[in-house]
């Protein structure tokens, strides 16, 4: 059994690789951005939300031709919430998110930090759709035509996506006579990779960008492939070194009982996984998603991102696998770490391993991981929680030429945005940027850890989980996780501050 710490679930539609003449066991495809088939938009209808309104704007299919496809147009949508604007008259600031891999509702809707600050800032707040994704599909809106092959969803690029949020902010201050209103955007996880690119290519259009667990650089050559496996593996460790062990000989022991005459059956039973379907291989990803995406959100307080969870979800899990009732069975020790992230709820009576929804629309991440965001996660070393393994770019290639017919660029986006020796480039020609990076989030690796310049500045927490800072505020928030909300904040009214001292100079 190879069991790739890549592989997640049958849920991401990565099953369809196994009609191919490879398994879906050797393609590797990368861990996709935090997500989750069970948490449901908590928004029932755009009548009912008081976070926001929704709007459309019609954008341009390629900004970067003058073919006669490129000037199709499609609705891109955004949602604005302008309760505490200031308004055009003060050049009050607007504050812009830049839209994840998935339904932009859903990001909005757990990125409480700019709702909280939007008041003292009285800041309008705009999050912007990325193209392809939720309702922002071009070709009409058809998704069986906007995902139907390589000429359509070639459409699909980073670049593409910053272009349609500087067109649609640039359309958007002049309806609303505020063109002189300074501009933050803010991204979190892919998002994040985004607002800090967005900074770069267009600084007349955002003063500032907070990149929260942005792993800008985790392409090859850059950064380490077992980075990712490490710091989970780090993760658990710092739990229990019990935890730990447990964990990481299970994987034999699963594949040794699923060999057996009625291992299969037990497998099932000890796990509790519905009788419509099960493998080894199947079983082991699902594992591995449950400890990988924990240890991503391992936050102090209790969430529901991904899934409904504990405080310290990761601690939980250690706890359920040392709890001396379980004995010496392996099966159960896993069963209860799995139940903290697949069914800490308690309501689920059996997981169905075939079941594939996609919720928040997230599928599409599939092509960006075959064509550029190529970044290496699924390396396992001897010491890691999961089992030995090498990243191999031949096999992702051939993957992702079997089911789409392109070859990726490995090397496209730091051609495009840079990212090789960043601490001596990036200095030269950025500015106003924060990077944010919890150093239990297995992310954190590729990111930006040490300040690149005065203006370029990155904030650590060492037991900080996934763009953590970009939830909405408790009152049982830690003292550390105040503390980097309140440095970001005083570094956005810096940036604020200069804009409107340097407009008046101007004036």
């Known amino acids: ?12 539609a990565f099953s369809i690789f196994s009609c191919l003449c490879f398994s879906v066991s050797s ?16 928004r029932k209808s755009s009548g009912t939300n008081k976070l926001y309104k929704t709007k459309y704007f019609t954008q341009i299919l390629d900004h970067f031709n003058f073919n006669p496809k490129s000037y199709q147009k499609f609705q891109h949508r955004y949602l604005i919430n302008d309760t505490y604007w200031g308004g055009p008259k003060q050049n009050s600031p607007i504050f812009v998110y830049t839209g994840n891999e998935g339904d932009i509702e859903w990001f909005a809707q757990n990125t409480g930090f700019m709702f909280d600050i939007a008041p003292h800032f009285q800041a309008l707040l705009v999050f912007i759709e990325h193209r392809f994704y939720g309702k922002s599909i071009p070709f009409g809106g058809d998704k069986d035509i906007a995902y139907s092959n ?12 910053l272009a349609d949020y500087a067109t649609l902010m640039i359309d958007l201050k002049k309806n609303l006579t505020a063109v002189d209103a300074p501009v ?17 290519k267009y600084p007349h259009v955002a003063i500032g960008a907070l990149a929260s667990s942005a792993p800008i650089l985790n392409f090859e050559n850059i950064t380490s492939p077992y980075s990712f496996n490490n710091i989970i593996t780090q993760d658990f460790r710092s739990e229990s070194e019990n935890c730990y062990k447990v964990i990481k000989g299970s994987w034999k022991k699963i594949e040794d009982t699923g060999k057996q005459s009625g291992g299969l059956e037990l497998l099932r039973k000890s796990f509790r996984i519905c009788k419509n379907f099960i493998d080894v291989d199947t079983l082991a990803s699902w594992l591995e998603t449950a400890f990988a995406y924990t240890a991503m959100t391992d936050y102090p307080t209790p969430s529901n991102f991904l899934n409904p969870m504990p405080a310290y979800p990761v601690k939980q899990m250690c706890k359920a696998i040392d709890d001396p009732k379980s004995g010496n069975d392996t099966f159960a020790k896993l069963y209860g770490a799995a139940s903290v992230y697949y069914n800490y709820s308690g309501t689920a009576t059996c997981f169905n391993l075939a079941y594939s929804p996609d919720p928040h629309g997230l599928n599409m991440w599939r092509w960006q991981a075959c ?17 030995e393994n090498q990243w191999n770019y031949s096999r992702r290639a051939a993957g992702c030429k079997a089911f789409y017919g392109v070859h990726p660029r490995p090397n496209w986006i730091t051609s495009e945005f840079g990212g090789h020796d960043i601490y001596r480039v990036l200095k030269r020609y950025g500015s106003n940027m924060i990077f944010f990076n919890g150093l239990r989030d297995p992310w954190s690796g590729g990111g930006v850890l040490k300040n690149i310049s005065k203006t370029i500045v990155a904030i650590v927490a060492e037991q900080g989980a996934h763009h953590v800072d970009l939830r909405f ?6 003292k550390w996780l105040r503390d980097v909300r309140q440095m970001e904040i005083n570094i956005i009214s810096d940036w604020i501050s200069q804009y409107y001292h340097d407009l008046a100079h101007q004036s």
């Open 371 to 387: 064509t550029e965001m190529i970044m290496p996660t699924s390396g396992s070393n001897k010491e890691s929680i999961f089992p």
């Open 473 to 478: 505020a408790t009152k049982d928030d830690p």
């Open 1 to 12: 059994m190879r069991i790739e710490a890549n592989l997640i679930l049958l849920f991401w």
């Open 184 to 200: 933050v955007v803010f991204g979190g996880s892919y998002g994040g990779m985004l607002a800090s690119w967005f900074r770069l």
């Open 27 to 42: 393609v590797n495809f990368g861990y996709r951005f935090p997500s989750s088939e069970q948490v449901k938009l908590t």
């Open 150 to 161: 390589a000429s359509t969803l070639g459409y699909l690029t980073s670049t593409q996506a």
